[in-house]
Structure formats: C-alpha cells, structure tokens
C-alpha cells in the first residue's frame, strides 16, 4: 500500500487523466480495495474543487486603505531655490 501522499499524489494524476491506462486501472481496482485510496481521491478531489472554484470566481481585491488622489501641485518656491543654488555656484567659480 503506498503511503498517504503517494495516494494524494496519485490520485491527484487519477483526476487530472495524468495516468496511462494502466496506471488508472490499476488505482481503479486499489479504490475498491483501499480505505486510504478512497479518502485520498476524496481529499483530493474537494482541493481541486476548490483551487477551480477560486480561479473561476471574478474577484476584485479591494485595498484594505482606500487610495485617494491627490493633485500634485507644482511648486514655484523650489524652482527659485534651484536658480538660486545654481547663481550661487555660478559665482562661487
């Protein structure tokens, strides 16, 4: 008997039509016969159900801070703060 993430692993291929169709037969007849193989195909088959479930759904995310916009507003002080930096360094040469 393989172990219970063998059995996951396996099963997740069963569903997926990863298995040749040996392999696949083979699963089929351990279903049958197993317990574990059973809850593995079960187990594996809500977690399928759900990861497409999630991808199908069209979701928005919504931020947890709404953003706001705010116009920037240019600044005439900081224009004269250059042309004066550089006056200066014109006369500092």
Known sequence: MPASADLDWLAHRYLLDEL???EAAAFEVLLGADEEAAAALARVTV????????????????????????PRRRS???????????SIALVGL
């Open 76 to 86: 005439n002080r900081l224009a004269g703060l250059v042309a004066m930096a550089a």
């Open 47 to 70: 977690l399928l159900a759900t990861v497409t479930e999630a991808f199908r759904q069209d979701r928005t995310i919504e931020p947890a801070v709404p953003t706001v916009s705010v």
């Open 20 to 22: 040749s169709e040996e």
